[in-house]
C-alpha cells in the first residue's frame, strides 16, 4: 500500500475522495467548515508537490439526480479562501464537462467536481461509473473516513482500477491508526466508556466490545435497562423493556470474560424532563416512582475517573447524561475531563460518536485528548467489528 507522505504527485492527476458533506443555509452558505478544514492537509500536500488535485464529494441527499440546493459550487469559493488559491469547479463529475476542467489544469491546481449522488449508481456501487471517474484520474486517495462505511462507487469500487497507485489521506491515515490502537493493537488496561440514551443502538458494540476490553463503563439512559436486569428500581427513567434479558446476558458474558462492568452507583434525577425540573440525588438501585435519572452522580463519577486513570487504553461512545441540559451535564463534564487527565498521564484517548464528539467540544476539551473521530456512522460500524469498505479498498 503506497503512502502519502512518500508518494511523489508531481504531474500526476489526483482523484481525492473528501468528506465535504457541510451544512449549508437557506442563502447557500456554509456554517460548519470542519470537514472542509479536516483535508487541508492532504489537499495542500499533493498540491505542493505540483500534483493536480481533483476533489470528489457528496453533499446532502439528492433524490437521484441534479438539484440546485445539493450543488458543491458554494463550497469551491469557500475552500479557496481557505487554501489561499483558486479552486477549479467542474459542473459534473463525470463526461466531457468534468474532462474539460481537468485538462484546463495546471501542476498544482486544485479542482472540485459536482456532486456524487446527482448520478444514481454513486450509491449503488456501479462498476461502470466508477470507471468514469477513475478516467479522470491517475493515482486515488482516499481522505473520506466519514463516509468509509458505504461500499459507494468513488469510495470502495474505484480503488479497484488503481492497484499499485491507491493510498489513504492525511484524515484516513489518522482515523484508522487511531482506530488500530483501540481494536487491533490497545496497550492493557484498555477501558471503553460507553453511553447514550439506547442500549438497542450499542448492542453490536457492547458485543464485540467484550473480547477487547478489560473494563467496560456504562452510564446514560441506556445503564437503566441494565439496572432492571439487576432487579432494581428504576421509577420513571428510560428502560428498553424487550431490552432487559438482554441486559442481563451482557453482564453474564463479561462476567464470563472476566470484563469488569461499572455502572453508576448514583444518579442525579429529576421529577420531569425539563431543565428547570426538581432535583435531587438517589441511588440507581432505587429511584423513587415519579422520578428519572439524566446523568451520573458523584460517586459514579468518582469511580469511572479512578478506572479511566489507572487505563492506558480509552475508548468513549456517548455521553453520561442529557449533557444538553446544563442541570444534567455535569457527568459527562466530568469524565471529559478525566480523559483530558489519563492523556496527560500517557494514556491513549479515543472519542467516537456524535454525541460525545458534541460533548467534548462544547466543553473545550477536544485537544486535550489524543484522538476525536470526525465519522459518526463509520465509527460506530468499526466499534462492531465490520471491515469498512473504504477501508479495506486500500488496504486491500
Known amino acids: 500500500m503506497a503512502s ?16 465535504f458533506n457541510v451544512p449549508l443555509n437557506e ?17 495542500r500536500k499533493i498540491s505542493g508537490d505540483g500534483g493536480k488535485v481533483i476533489l470528489m464529494s457528496h453533499l446532502g441527499r439528492p433524490k437521484g439526480g441534479p438539484e440546485p440546493k445539493y450543488s458543491m459550487a458554494p463550497v469551491a469559493p469557500h475552500l479557496a479562501k481557505l487554501l489561499n488559491q483558486p479552486v477549479l469547479f467542474a459542473p459534473a463529475c463525470v463526461g466531457p464537462d468534468a474532462h474539460d476542467v481537468i485538462n484546463r489544469m495546471n501542476d498544482g491546481d486544485v479542482a472540485l467536481l459536482e456532486n456524487l449522488r446527482f ?6 456501487g456501479d462498476e461502470f461509473f466508477a470507471g468514469q471517474l477513475a478516467e479522470l484520474g491517475d493515482t486515488y486517495v482516499n481522505d473520506a473516513f466519514g463516509t468509509a462505511h458505504r461500499a459507494h462507487a468513488s ?35 484498555v477501558t471503553a466508556i460507553i453511553g447514550g440514551s439506547k442500549v438497542s443502538s450499542k448492542i453490536a458494540i457492547l458485543e464485540n466490545l467484550l473480547s477487547k476490553v478489560d473494563n467496560l463503563i456504562i452510564g446514560g439512559g441506556m445503564a437503566f435497562t441494565f ?4 432487579g432494581g428500581n428504576t421509577g420513571n427513567s428510560l428502560v428498553e423493556e424487550d431490552k432487559i434479558p438482554l441486559a442481563a446476558e451482557l453482564l453474564n458474558k463479561a462476567k464470563e470474560k472476566g470484563v469488569k462492568v461499572l455502572l453508576p452507583g448514583d444518579s442525579v434525577i429529576a421529577d420531569r424532563f425539563a431543565v428547570d425540573a426538581t432535583v435531587a440525588a438517589s441511588e440507581s438501585l432505587n429511584i423513587p416512582a415519579g422520578w428519572m435519572g439524566l446523568d451520573i ?4 463519577v468518582s469511580d469511572f475517573r479512578a478506572c479511566i486513570l489507572q487505563s492506558r487504553t480509552v475508548l468513549w461512545n456517548g455521553p453520561m447524561g442529557v449533557f444538553e441540559m446544563e442541570p444534567f451535564a455535569t457527568g459527562t463534564l466530568d469524565i471529559a475531563r478525566a480523559l483530558a487527565e489519563a492523556t496527560a498521564g500517557g494514556a491513549f484517548t479515543l472519542v467516537g460518536g456524535g454525541d460525545s464528539v458534541a460533548a467534548i467540544n462544547q466543553f473545550g476539551l477536544a485537544g486535550d485528548v489524543s484522538y476525536v473521530s470526525t ?10 467489528g465490520r471491515e469498512l469498505p473504504g477501508i479495506a479498498a486500500i488496504r486491500g
Open 4 to 19: 502519502i507522505d512518500t508518494f511523489s504527485f508531481r504531474g500526476k492527476r489526483t482523484l481525492v475522495r473528501v468528506d
Open 27 to 43: 442563502k447557500l452558505e456554509i456554517t460548519d467548515d470542519t470537514r472542509i478544514r479536516a483535508a487541508l492537509k492532504t489537499i
Open 119 to 124: 448520478h444514481k449508481e454513486e450509491e449503488g
Open 155 to 189: 469510495t470502495a469500487v474505484i480503488a479497484r482500477f488503481f492497484p499499485g497507485a491507491k493510498m489513504f489521506g492525511y484524515l484516513m491515515e489518522d482515523e484508522v491508526s487511531a482506530l488500530d490502537k483501540v481494536m487491533r493493537n490497545a496497550a492493557h488496561p
Open 227 to 230: 439496572f432492571r436486569a439487576l
Open 297 to 300: 452522580g458523584k460517586n459514579a
Open 375 to 384: 465519522g459518526g456512522g463509520a465509527m460506530l460500524e468499526a466499534l462492531e
